[in-house]
């Protein structure tokens, strides 16, 4: 099924360095998203980038789009141990609804 | 601030029987989505809905599962005749604006067991 898939699939990091997540999908989007979990919680929006955006910040986070290799990434710089989460991406692909990847696991040690 | 409501949040049944799962979306919201994440695994989409009917199903959404939005606030998913694998975490989102331009606003999930 037409979703985005995140790499790596885990990820572990000491405070203070940064994370970087992958997303690659298969077809056309409009959107692409980035969500994150906590373990055994709900999906919390984080970032949205429209298909002619090339890059978007919030705060520590970062996300590029490039439609040409149909990929995205998430950085988050300063990572702290409260960023553990696992963190997916959606697309609209074929301009469906959201599809979510399997995620990326990011573990922050302290 | 407003979010997305769902209940219950854990509930054990045994094989072959219905289920029920509730949510009420935020309130001037116009598009309801269920998702359901295995433990562990990928969060799949299972159906969207607007203006009173479906607008999108996956494969997963067959005969045995239903959507319902009964009055003017709740939105339930029910599950006909549940096997052992339909047991999952159910999330609720709802969004103001349609898939070309919106963020969904996720429930923290009813956990549904199989026996």
């Known amino acids: 099924s037409q979703q985005g898939e995140e790499d790596p699939q885990a990820l572990s990091i000491q405070e203070g360095e940064n994370a970087t997540m992958n997303c690659s999908y298969k077809?056309?989007?409009?959107?692409l998203q980035w969500y994150r979990q906590n373990s055994g919680r709900g999906l919390v929006h984080l970032i949205l980038i429209r298909s002619n955006e090339r890059e978007k910040h919030s705060g520590r986070l970062r996300v590029t789009l490039d439609t040409s290799k149909k990929s995205s990434s998430l950085l988050i710089t300063a990572s702290r141990a409260a960023d553990t989460a696992s963190y997916f991406c959606a697309t609209d692909e074929a301009f469906n609804d959201m599809r979510f990847g399997a995620g990326t696991r990011l573990t922050v040690k302290p | 601030e407003p979010e997305v409501t769902q209940t219950p949040s854990h509930q054990v049944t045994q094989m072959g029987q219905e289920v029920i799962l509730h949510c009420v979306p935020i309130?001037?919201?116009?598009?309801f989505y269920w998702y359901r994440q295995i433990l562990g695994q990928k969060v799949e989409f299972l159906v969207s809905f607007y203006n009173n009917e479906i607008s999108e199903k996956s494969e997963i959404f067959d005969d045995q599962f239903s959507v319902e939005r009964p009055d003017g606030s709740n939105f339930t998913l029910k599950i006909r005749s549940t096997k052992l694998e339909d047991s999952a975490m159910y999330f609720c989102?709802?969004?103001?604006?349609?898939?070309?331009?919106?963020?969904?606003?996720f429930g923290e999930g009813s956990r549904l067991t199989v026996l």
């Open positions: 989102a709802s969004s103001g604006m349609d898939r070309a331009a919106g963020e969904l606003f």
């Open positions: 077809t056309s989007i409009n959107n």
């Open positions: 309130s001037n919201h116009l598009y």
